[in-house]
């Protein structure tokens, strides 16, 4: 319509242009609604190997630290390669979506009037190993999650957004954890620099026993400090 009638349209072209618009970006909505179901529908089998986790970790935040300037993205990482058996493709895909997540809440919240003027988005990504699991955090200092039901969100199509959401970005993290043999907690954000209020989600994953750890130091897997 655009691109046919634009150039003829003379009497109230701002009113035409609006709406072409607005059906646009509706069709671009209900597009990216139908890829995020048939994602999740067709969910691959993961394809475990010995890998290290960070660059699973890390990657999404460069990402997206690099799409919005507007918000502040930290990453603690360890020094060391952190062993597990994983499938890289779908941890990846599972912190997209988590930190993809933090950044809407944190740009949502700063659209609100509970934002006061020297607030700032912030979105927090930390790995750690601990008593035998790998603990992935991501936490923001949005509005937070609801007090109530709230890990009904894990559930498919259960969602805070409105019509904005498909209610499967959760979901599929789940089902990435659990597919991995993990646990997935959701709950408020403690308190720190630049946040006292918002969201954590925990990825609790198994870490690999140490003949497998010992056998990627073998290979080749040499201590690094992760890129943050």
Known sequence: M????????????????KLTDTIVRQVGDLKAMVDEFASFARMP?????????????????YLFREGHPKVTYRAALPDTPVIA??????????????????????????????????????????LSVAEGRIIIEV???????????????????????GHKGTGLGLAMVNKITDQHGG???????????????????????????????????TNGAAPRRAEV
Request: net charge negative; glycine share 6%.
């Open 2 to 17: 655009k691109r046919k009638y634009g150039a003829s349209i003379t009497n109230d072209r701002e009113t035409f242009d």
């Open 45 to 61: 089998k993961p394809e475990m190997a010995i890998e290290d986790v960070r660059p699973a970790v890390n990657e999404p935040v």
């Open 85 to 126: 058996s994983i499938d890289r493709r779908l941890v990846t895909q599972a912190m997209t979506n988590l930190v993809k997540n933090a950044t809407e809440a944190v740009e949502s919240y700063g659209e609100s009037d509970a934002a006061g003027a020297d607030w700032s988005g912030l979105v927090e990504v930390r």
């Open 139 to 161: 936490m923001d200092n949005g509005a937070g999650f609801p007090k109530q039901n709230r890990m009904r969100l894990l559930e498919p199509y259960v969602t805070t957004k």
């Open 183 to 217: 646990t997935l907690l959701l709950d408020d954000a403690p308190h720190g620099p630049g946040r006292t209020h918002g969201a954590r989600v925990r990825m609790i994953l198994p870490l690999a026993d140490a003949d497998a750890r010992n056998d990627d130091a």
